[in-house]
């Protein structure tokens, strides 16, 4: 990669292997032939740590730009940016599901309550069918929609 690394995390099939460098670059590698397959590019700082989520159709990087962000592991798309105040305290968790993840929002300091968030890796961000469903039961109902929003669910 050519800049000090600052993470890998092999996916959990062991084909793919995920390496992360300080120069804000994140690249995923195929394990047999050492080649790179897709490149995840958006972090304008560096990244301090990334992974693969999911069974290994997602990444999440973490940088020094604030972000956190989720990308699709097999296009390099990014599904979802999220913008912290300050840098993140170090390394995530996800759910054995890998439908949330938790995120430090601040480096663990002796006497210093810790603040840890928790974010749905938006896995139906790829498919708009899915997003209208887990956005259906926060709509307001059809006689109460503006002109301009009952434009955009006609489709017109």
Known sequence: QGAEISAVDLAPDGLRLLVTSWDSRATIYDVATGRPLVNLVGHTRGIAWGGFVAGGSEVLTESLDHTARVWNAHTGRQLRVLT???????????SPDGLEVAIPETPPQPGVENVVRVFDTCPGCQNPRRLLTLARPHAAPANRLTVLERTVVNGA
């Open 84 to 94: 912290f105040t300050n840098d993140q305290g170090g390394p995530v968790a996800f």
